[in-house]
């Protein structure tokens, strides 16, 4: 199984957007109901955003797409 890493020049993409809007990181994670430590450790590419709390901060930072709702078998029907 191939695992795939977040690039890093999206990450700085991300961080300097945060930057140039004049939002902070923090501010960010804490409106979205996240752990502000989680949310660096994505932004930082420690954690890949696998699953959990991280997949989620993945999604809403725009490193990952949406999942869709439809599922493999239902899309072959």
Do not use: C, M
Not at 38 to 49: A, D
Request: no cysteine; glycine share 8%; net charge positive.
């Amino acid at each position: 199984i191939k695992v795939e890493t977040f690039d890093r020049d999206e990450l700085l993409r991300i961080k300097q957007a945060f930057y140039a809007r004049g939002e902070r990181i923090s501010d960010w994670a804490q409106t979205h109901g996240f752990s502000r430590a989680l949310v660096y450790s994505v932004l930082n590419g420690r954690t890949q955003g696998r699953a959990g709390q991280a997949h989620l901060i993945a999604i809403a930072l725009g490193l990952k797409a949406q999942p869709s709702s439809t599922t493999q078998s239902e899309a072959t029907d």
